[in-house]
């Protein structure tokens, strides 16, 4: 298999390893991704970017280190991202171990891989703001202690350390990204920003009356997931492996962003919205915020897209996926549906 500049995605199928993808792709790299199940999986977001058929699949699991260091050995990449594991703050409650497994087991197990492999290849790790728990003092940078506040958060920590250690004692290219939220049309419908944009879709259609949602005070760091992506590229064409915050450096609550939202449909979202307790977490975070300070002077990368911006695209993809006969709930959509015929990836 050709070394020309090869990416290994682990996750491809998930909001950010399409993103990558079609990152790449434009970049000119050959783009292998793993799913857990090559021939169960739909890869919508794939089939939704244009991008199905143009990259190489593979089945994998995580968890799994023969076939993990097997489809490492096969690919042979230049880079690899490991954008997989079990990506949910709120089903971690419900999921602690399979959480734990997928994000720490098998963040070593690319680790261990790349090092039993011995192969020379640059390894980027999806690590996470929710290391870090409340930053009610500030935006967090890259020296902020941890206190994760979910078995999510305690799995990112400990994945995180992990690539610390391996760069540490092995001289591996590996570097984490902690990242705050980001967003897009790609992410799945049980995450609160698509609840939220789907719930006003549907009020203003008609056809809801009602959208429950849990604790509004909580503040957070939106971006836009197509140029995160674009960040972890470049962490990886660093000249030498180091970990970056990336964020937009804004704190918005979850109340200005459902405001946003509503208005954009043209309601009033104090009719609609329906406080319901039960919603809450065991733990949350109020305030999550980060200081991008670093990634803006080491490698040129600030956001463009603020948490506005980022409620006036998924609101736009969203109509488009209504007016394009969709079934809600299904973003594989129908071939007519081309998120691409709005602006939402970077330039390449
Ligand atoms: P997604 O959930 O969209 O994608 C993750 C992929 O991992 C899925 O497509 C799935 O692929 C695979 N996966 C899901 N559950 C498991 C599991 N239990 N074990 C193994 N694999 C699993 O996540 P995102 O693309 O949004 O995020 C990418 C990475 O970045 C994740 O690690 C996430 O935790 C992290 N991150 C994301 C942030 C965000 O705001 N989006 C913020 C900070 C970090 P398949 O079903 O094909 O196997």
Redesign the pocket.
């Known amino acids: 298999m050709s070394r020309g500049r090869t990416a290994l995605i682990?996750?491809?199928?998930?909001?950010?390893?399409?993103w990558l993808a079609d990152l790449l792709v434009r970049r000119g790299y050959a783009v292998h991704g793993?799913?857990?199940?090559?021939e169960a999986?739909s890869?919508a977001?794939l089939r939704r970017l244009g991008l199905f058929g143009r990259v190489h699949l593979h089945s994998a699991?995580?968890?799994d280190f023969r076939s993990v260091a097997q489809v490492i050995k096969e690919v042979r990449p230049t880079e690899i991202y490991?954008?997989?594991?079990?990506?949910?703050v709120g089903l971690s409650f419900d999921?602690p171990v399979?959480?734990l497994?997928?994000?720490v087991h098998?963040t070593v197990n690319i680790l261990e891989a790349i090092r039993f492999l011995g192969i020379d290849t640059r390894f980027y790790n999806?690590?996470?703001?929710?290391c870090f728990g409340n930053t009610e003092h500030g935006p967090a940078g890259e020296t902020h202690s941890f206190h994760p506040r979910s078995p999510?958060g305690v799995g990112?920590a400990a994945a995180y350390w992990a690539v610390a250690n391996y760069r540490e004692a092995y001289g591996l290219f590996a570097c984490s990204?902690?990242?705050?939220?980001?967003?897009s049309p790609?992410?799945?419908a049980r995450?609160v920003t698509q609840k939220i944009v789907r719930g006003a879709a549907d009020i203003a259609e008609g056809r809801a009356d009602q959208l429950c949602l849990g604790d509004l005070s909580v503040a957070r760091d939106w971006g836009w997931?197509p140029e995160?992506v674009d960040a972890m590229a470049r962490m990886l064409a660093h000249d030498q492996p180091e970990d970056f915050v990336i964020a937009t450096g804004r704190l918005h609550t979850l109340e200005e962003f459902v405001r946003l939202v509503f208005d954009c449909f043209g309601l009033d979202w104090r009719r609609y919205v329906e406080i319901d307790p039960g919603l809450r977490r065991p733990a949350d975070i109020t305030h999550s915020v980060g200081d991008p300070g670093k990634a803006n002077r080491l490698l040129g990368w600030s956001a463009e897209t603020t948490m506005p911006g980022v409620v006036a695209k998924l609101v736009e993809a969203e109509r488009i996926r209504r007016r394009d006969g969709s079934p809600a709930g299904n973003p594989a959509g129908s071939p007519a549906e081309n998120l691409m015929s709005i602006p939402l990836a970077v330039p390449a």
């Open positions: 682990f996750g491809i199928g998930g909001q950010d390893g399409s793993t799913s857990r199940d090559r999986s890869f977001n699991g995580l968890n490991n954008l997989a594991g079990q990506s949910s999921q399979e959480t497994d997928s994000i098998g999806a690590s996470s703001s929710e999510y990112k990204g902690i990242l705050f939220n980001h967003e790609l992410r799945p995450y997931a995160y």
